[in-house]
């Protein structure tokens, strides 16, 4: 049975930093494309950051280049994302995505992240 289960979100202050990982069983995980999005409330689930199979090419959105980082961990079959200088318009709930093809493709439940003063 498949699970992709995240963790780290919580409450931060604007500037502040976390750290997202998202832990998957019951695949190969290194065959594996792995992306996080995120859902803001009334708005539709957009992309953050995607790392390919190797771990060689990574891909962020323009909101958030230059402050968050994707990384993946074949050993562990973990990803992160680590987040800093947050933003409130960060907030939302925040899913990880493990993919192989467009039909082999699973979520995980969702973390809150919220960044208010």
């Known amino acids: 049975q498949v699970q992709v289960v995240e963790s780290g979100g919580g409450l931060v202050q604007p500037g502040g930093s976390l750290r997202l990982s998202c832990a998957a069983s019951?695949?190969?995980?290194?065959?594996?494309?792995l992306g996080w999005y995120r859902q803001a409330p009334g708005k539709q689930r957009e992309l953050v950051a995607t790392?390919?199979?190797?771990?060689?090419?990574?891909n962020y959105a323009d909101s958030v280049k230059g402050r968050f980082t994707i990384s993946r961990d074949n050993a562990k079959k973990t990803f992160y994302l680590q987040m800093n200088s947050l933003k409130p318009e960060d907030t939302a709930v925040y899913y990880c995505n493990v993919r192989y093809s467009a039909v082999v493709d699973y979520w995980g439940q969702g973390t809150q992240v919220t960044v208010s003063s």
């Open positions: 790392i390919t199979i190797g771990g060689t090419r990574t």
């Open positions: 019951g695949i190969v995980f290194s065959i594996y494309a």
